[in-house]
Each structure stands twice: as C-alpha cells, then as structure tokens.
C-alpha cells in the first residue's frame, strides 16, 4: 500500500470518526433538549398546582369568612327582634302595673281582695300564728278584716282561728309615684311569715303579676308573635 493509498484511508477513517461524532453530539443535543423540555414542563405544571391550591385556599377562606360575617349578621338580626319582642312584653307588663293601681282605689273592691289575700297566704302558710306586713295606708283597711279572714281561712282549712301580728313598725313600699318613679314600691297586697320568719308569702298585687306574667309568657309571646317562646 503505497502513501496515496493510507493516506486515503485515513482521511475515510476521519470522516467516519467525525460523522459519528456529530452525530452522537446531535444525539445529546436532541436528548439534553427533550430533557430540559421535560423538565420545563414539569416545573410550569408544579408552579400551576401551587397556584391553583392557592386560589383554592384563599377562595375556601373568603367563603368561610362570608358564611361568619352572614352568621353574625344573623345572630345580630335576631337579637335585635328578641330585643324588639323583649321591649313589647315588657311594656305590656308596665301597663299591667300600672293598672294594678286601680285596684287599691276602689275601696270596696281592694277590701274584698285584700280579704282574699290575707286568707289565701294563710292557707298557704298554716301556721297558729302568722306575722303580717301591709302598706301603710292599708293598715286601716287590714286591720278591719282580719277578723272576717281568720274567721274564714279555719272555716276553710277546719282549724282554730289563727293570730295575726301585724307589723306596726316595718311596711311595705308605698305605691309608685312620680317622685318615686325608680325607689322601692308596693301597688297593694300583703306579706305574711311564719312567727320564726322562716316561710314567707309574699301575695303583694306585685309579685302575683310577677307569676302571672311568667306563667302567662308563652301564650303573651304567641298571640303577639304567632310563635312559642323557647
């Protein structure tokens, strides 16, 4: 093989090496791109995830937040028609004080209800002797039937005739009065204790609207609402 010949050869030889080597260099290119790509892919799909999740996070916050500003709202408004619905009643019931008052103008008919009181809380107490507290512009009138009451409370419970002490040093409160519009007052009745102050009745024109009024709340409630009270 003469110089022309190898030297031909080796330039084949050459052109095979480069060929291969580009095209091994065209392989990695090909491949590091579909790679990268891959990748890009990856990373653009993960940022969307997280961006998603955020949004589903802060719209899963907004929605929360809406349905507490709507509760609290609620519970506002509710308490705003309980308190309107409060503000009915109660006025209802300072009408009914304040005719109470009439009750102890009418002196025939107070004397008859203070006779009924009187032997009501006696009943109630069944004592031998019982302490007695009145207003003091009743003492009067309570003294002048104590005897009829006594006389009919042990007809009614088949006993003696019991004692009645009256308290000639503390009264009840006085009728309210517009000097007196926010103190301590009585629109009529009586107290009655046990000798030892231990049982107490306390059947003032007061305190029997007190329970009335409690007794009577539902009915009150539905007939001005259409609804129980709870």
Known sequence: ?????????????????????????????????????????????????????????????????KKIEYSMQLNASRIRVLQAQDDVVNSMKEVAAKELLNASRDHYVYKNLLNNLIVQSLLRLKEPAVLLRCRKDDLHLVESILDSAKEEYAKKASVHSPEIIVDNRVYLPPAPSHHNAHGLHCSGGVVLASRDGKIVCENTLDARLDVAFRKKLPEIRKWLFGQVAA
């Open 1 to 65: 093989m003469n110089d022309a010949d190898v030297s031909k050869q080796i330039q084949q030889m050459v052109r095979f090496i480069r060929q291969e080597a580009e095209e091994k260099a065209n392989e990695i290119s090909v491949s590091a791109e579909e790679e990268f790509n891959i990748e890009k892919l990856q990373l653009v799909e993960a940022e969307k995830k997280k961006i998603r999740q955020e949004y589903e996070r802060k719209e899963k916050q907004v929605e929360i937040r």
